[in-house]
């Protein structure tokens, strides 16, 4: 049997599923105070205020109700992250999902379902599984609540979007998400917690909590692993 090995730099750890202590240094967590709609950290207390929403989001229309992330998006992280998304690697999902779950683990509670933010069945075909979903049913598990993977469904095959600004982004997602007519009654009046990977803009995550609240969902929460500063 191979010897456990760091996610990251492949050093021989402990256990499996681990990071070895030089690279956990690179990891920048999330911790309270942060903005309650993107999860963006503050410096301090004074500027989070009374009202704990960063200005950018006082000045957005935020449509969903809570969000979370336990990670700033940063070199570190993209280790773990870029194997999980492009390279067909699911080793570091448990150890994303406990940050995850420890990071929001009221929201999960609070959850009548758990849905994943869906890919395009194009990209899904290529991908092999969708990375969202994989975490949004570890976090079924963890949290006992129902999961739906297929709750939202993705109509439009949007292009990658990390080289657009806000307004292109919401511009080529607009219209780009469904319910799923399975699942749709089911979700009336119900409290619904969305599973992303990365938040940059916001953009995708806003256009599925429009969806959802569309099919007359009561609250969405957002939970990601990992904000883009």
């Given at each position: ?6 996610l990251?730099?492949r050093?021989?750890v402990s ?5 070895c ?5 690179q990891l920048e967590?999330i911790?309270s105070p942060y903005c309650?709609s993107?999860?963006r950290?503050?410096?301090s207390?004074?500027e989070?205020?009374n ?6 989001c006082?000045?957005s229309?935020?449509l969903?109700?809570?969000c979370?992330a336990p990670?700033?998006?940063n070199?570190g ?5 870029m194997p999980l998304?492009?390279g067909?690697?699911?080793k570091?999902l448990?150890?994303?999902?406990q940050?995850m779950y420890?990071s929001?683990q009221?929201l999960?509670?609070?959850?009548d379902?758990?849905?994943?933010v869906?890919l ?7 991908r092999k599984?969708?990375?969202s979903?994989?975490?949004?049913w570890?976090l079924g598990?963890?949290?006992k609540v129902?999961?739906?993977?297929m ?6 095959e949007t292009l990658?979007?990390g080289h ?6 919401q511009?080529?997602l607009?219209?780009?998400f469904?319910?799923?007519a ?5 979700l ?6 969305l ?6 803009t916001?953009?995708?995550l806003?256009?599925c909590t ?5 099919a007359e ?13």
């Amino acid at each position: 049997m191979m010897p456990p090995r760091c996610l990251m730099c492949r050093t021989r750890v402990s256990h499996a599923g681990l990071v070895c202590v030089e690279c956990f240094k690179q990891l920048e967590f999330i911790e309270s105070p942060y903005c309650q709609s993107c999860a963006r950290p503050f410096v301090s207390a004074e500027e989070a205020g009374n009202s704990f929403i960063c200005l950018e989001c006082e000045d957005s229309s935020i449509l969903w109700h809570d969000c979370r992330a336990p990670f700033i998006y940063n070199e570190g992280l993209k280790k773990l992250i870029m194997p999980l998304k492009y390279g067909d690697q699911q080793k570091a999902l448990g150890f994303l999902s406990q940050f995850m779950y420890r990071s929001a683990q009221d929201l999960i509670h609070q959850a009548d379902f758990i849905i994943p933010v869906p890919l395009h069945k194009n990209r899904l075909r290529f991908r092999k599984y969708n990375q969202s979903a994989l975490l949004a049913w570890q976090l079924g598990r963890m949290g006992k609540v129902d999961v739906l993977p297929m709750g939202l469904l993705r109509l439009k095959e949007t292009l990658v979007l990390g080289h657009f600004n806000k307004v292109e982004r919401q511009s080529l997602l607009k219209d780009a998400f469904v319910v799923s007519a399975r699942w749709g009654g089911r979700l009336a009046n119900k409290r619904v917690l969305l599973i992303d990977d990365v938040m940059t803009t916001g953009s995708t995550l806003r256009e599925c909590t429009l969806t959802l609240l569309n099919a007359e969902v009561a609250y969405v929460d957002v939970l990601v692993t990992a904000k883009v500063m």
